[in-house]
């Protein structure tokens, strides 16, 4: 049953501490999300990737984020320094980008970060 | 404005009655669309992708309306296990390539 698979489900940190976030997307897709929820908020774009080049990550604080596709296999969501206000739901999601449209889009369990 | 706009409700729907919302979007090149369905606590899921001539899945049905740039969704002889937030998605080609804008949700309790 392919799945996108992140890693940590939970994380509580220290504010000042970095924060790494991994996700496997599934395997043929060509295209990764990172998006961020919270109750105020709602689901936020943070940046995506296709064929692991970034496309757009103008929904990241440039000064502290940062997202990366190593490989094909794994995509990087980091924060250094983190902040309390960086609390929230971080869900990676693939699809496929057919240069024209994205097919719908599958979600990891997501990480919830709490940063004391 | 927002790109994708939504009720956020909550919609509170009697056991086994109709209930339908609506998400406006803002990017008239926007070339498709989703439902996507989210429990507490959970990641959102595909309930069902929207195509232009409308599309119904069972006890839910999708409308797409171009011309007034929004979209629907009727869920008919509502389940408890029908509560839920409703996300809607619209995917346009913008300066960057194509992605994924989700609307805040709309929030669906349905009661006994």
């Known amino acids: 049953d392919a799945r996108v698979t992140q890693t940590p489900r939970h994380k509580v940190t220290e504010m000042g501490q970095e924060v790494t976030m991994r996700c496997q997307p599934i395997?043929?897709?060509?295209?990764v999300f990172w998006y961020r929820q919270t109750m105020m908020q709602g689901l936020e774009l943070l940046a995506y990737?296709?064929?692991?080049?970034?496309?757009?990550d103008s929904g990241m604080p440039k000064d502290r984020f940062s997202a990366e596709m190593p490989d094909a296999t794994l995509a990087t969501l980091k924060i250094q320094p983190s902040e309390p206000r960086d609390s929230a739901v971080y869900f990676c999601?693939?699809?496929?980008?057919?240069?024209?449209?994205?097919?719908?889009?599958?979600f990891g369990q997501g990480t919830r970060l709490t940063v004391v | 404005r927002k790109e994708v706009e939504q009720d956020p409700g909550p919609f509170n729907v009697p056991e086994g009655a109709t209930v339908a919302f609506n998400c406006t979007y803002s990017?008239?090149?926007?070339?498709?669309f989703f439902w996507y369905r989210q429990d507490c606590r959970k990641e959102p899921k595909l309930l069902m992708s929207?195509?232009?001539s409308g599309n119904e899945d069972g006890r839910f049905t999708a409308q797409l309306n171009r011309a007034s740039q929004y979209i629907s969704l009727l869920i008919r002889d509502s389940k408890l296990s029908d509560s839920a937030t409703y996300l809607c998605?619209?995917?346009?080609?913008?300066?960057?390539?194509?992605?994924?804008?989700f609307g805040g949700g709309t929030r669906v309790l349905v009661k006994p």
């Open positions: 999601a693939s699809g496929f980008n057919t240069g024209r449209v994205v097919t719908e889009a599958f």
């Open positions: 395997l043929g897709h060509n295209t």
């Open positions: 990737f296709r064929n692991r080049a970034p496309l757009d």
């Open positions: 990017n008239s090149a926007s070339q498709s």
């Open positions: 929207v195509y232009s």
């Open positions: 998605v619209v995917n346009a080609l913008g300066a960057a390539g194509n992605k994924l804008t």
